[in-house]
């Protein structure tokens, strides 16, 4: 059975940083794309960033310099960092994970972040 949990969300003023995890069990890691999704309140979800490769990344135009992507093969994590956030922050990130090969994708349950003065 395929897990994505993501931990890390929480509110806080705009300027600070946050940290993002999200730990797959149920798959080859090292076989997916793994990537950030976000979906603020009446918007599409939207892509963050995606890591593949372990050095392929990938990041939207508007956290582009703020936030930063890694992963860990050897845990099965996939991190964001996310610094000097801003209140266009505010959203439910989501964990996803794609087969570079087959293109099976799953889905973490989400995680709130809240940016408000």
């Known amino acids: 059975q395929v897990q994505l949990v993501e931990s890390g969300g929480g509110s806080l003023q705009p300027g600070g940083s946050l940290r993002l995890s999200c730990a797959a069990s149920?798959?080859?890691?090292?076989?997916?794309?793994m990537g950030w999704y976000r979906q603020a309140p009446g918007k599409q979800r939207e892509l963050v960033a995606s890591i593949s490769s372990g050095d392929r990344t990938l990041y939207a135009d508007s956290v582009k310099g703020r936030f930063t992507i890694s992963e860990d093969n050897a845990e099965n994590t996939v991190s964001l960092q996310m610094n000097r956030l801003i209140t266009e922050d505010t959203a439910v990130y989501y964990c996803?994970?794609?087969?570079?090969?087959?293109?099976?994708?799953?889905w973490g349950q989400g995680t709130q972040v809240t940016v408000s003065s």
């Open positions: 149920g798959i080859i890691f090292n076989m997916y794309t």
């Open positions: 996803n994970a794609v087969h570079r090969i087959f293109r099976q994708n799953y």
